[in-house]
């Protein structure tokens, strides 16, 4: 092995040689079709980071890109940002690891009663209490879905225990997480592994089948019904709240989230929401669902929690819920679940100076100045002649690619055109990745006014040259 490590400081070019090839020879990339990569066609050549400040991430041949997605939408505060650097420091100078099974450790105590805290709170609804820990978004769901699931069966209703999701809901990609996902092209191979679950229709404005102003009524009323109708065998509904990320960035109708919460409500249903995509400020507000005013039974929180830096998840719930699991010893509710990594000292650490700086750095009024100076720069990238719609949350856009916008008929798989906008856009400085032919904008929270500048003209171009070049 010591053969690929070399002694002295390597040329730029021979270093990013070596390390495409040992790329190619041994990491096997998520969500990637490896043969594409391997070997790549013109101008899709693969990118190393190197390393990155602020918005700006350099490669190993010292070329810089705008990180138009926050790393796959985790960065919040930017990149290298002092005071999560100096927080991670410290704890380092303590401890990198210590278990949460029996015993504790002072950043994870802090976290938890921050996140308490700072939980949006509105009369009559539950108060977020108890933070369950882990380290990926896919596991906040799957220990959700298993919290809802066990609740029913320790209340002696046994018989509550399917989930409700949207059609097209994305929520990880861990077995449990995906039974309740629904997109057919990540999903549909794993089909026999998954467990069943009751669809309601995905709130998707632009397509509705009975016109966009039909979509709250309709959707709300499908997934009404489905809710009172079958409340007694009904452990939860689980949705992302006011935009679905990985299904496409569709954003919902205002009003759903309010009109499924009263429903869940009246009929005995927990609500889960899964904010691992919305939480952290991306929608404007620290939360999502407070824009609605609504308080979930169980809180799913990933990506941003940590500022972008660690693995770490939340699953939050209200003290009813996490006093279902109480009971003697012999009683087995404890809740059996758990990771060796649950509550990571240094990504507590991370997550409690990312809080912090969300107050000193006002980050919420930020987010809603960059969220106009976008809304404002989309305008004339929503008239582009391939453009069909334009959705966009605080921070969190997406840009639909048609191939008519008369019929908003989509382009063929194959074509890739999200991907070959992205590709334009690097050539750019601007570094994206697509949803099939949704072009992803999600940059971090602290991006600055010259630097959404630059993003906007630059995917403007893009999709100009790859749309009517
Ligand atoms: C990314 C995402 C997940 C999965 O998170 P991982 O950390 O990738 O496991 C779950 N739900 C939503 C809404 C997401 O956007």
Redesign the pocket.
Known sequence: MGENIPAAPEDPQDRTQRLLALDRAHVWHPFTQMQGWVEPSEGDEPVIIDHARGAWLFDTLGRKYLDGVSSL?VNVHGHKKAEIDSAIRLQLQKVAHTTLLGLASPPSIELAAELARRAPRFEGQPELRKVFFSD??????EVALKIAFQHWRQRGKPRKARFVALGEA?????LG?VSVGGMDLFHQTFQPLLFDVLRVPTPYVYRWPTGPRHCLESAALAAEAVISGRRDEIAAVVL?PLM???AGMIAHPPGYLRRIAKACRDNGVLLIC?????GFGRTGTLLASEQEEVVPDIL?L??GLSGGYL?L?ATITSDPIYESFLGPFESKKTFFHGHSYTGNPLACAAALASLRLFDEEDTLTHVRQMAERLAAGLKPIAKLKQVGDVRQRGLMIGIELVKDRATKQSYDYGERMGHRVCLAARKRELMLRPLGDVVVVLPPLSIAPAEVDLLLEALQASIKEVTEG
């Open positions: 939408w990926s978004g896919s596991t906040a769901v994305y929520h990880g990609d861990t997480s992302e679905q990320g990985a899964d904010e691992v995509a919305t799913c990933a990506k693995p998840a």
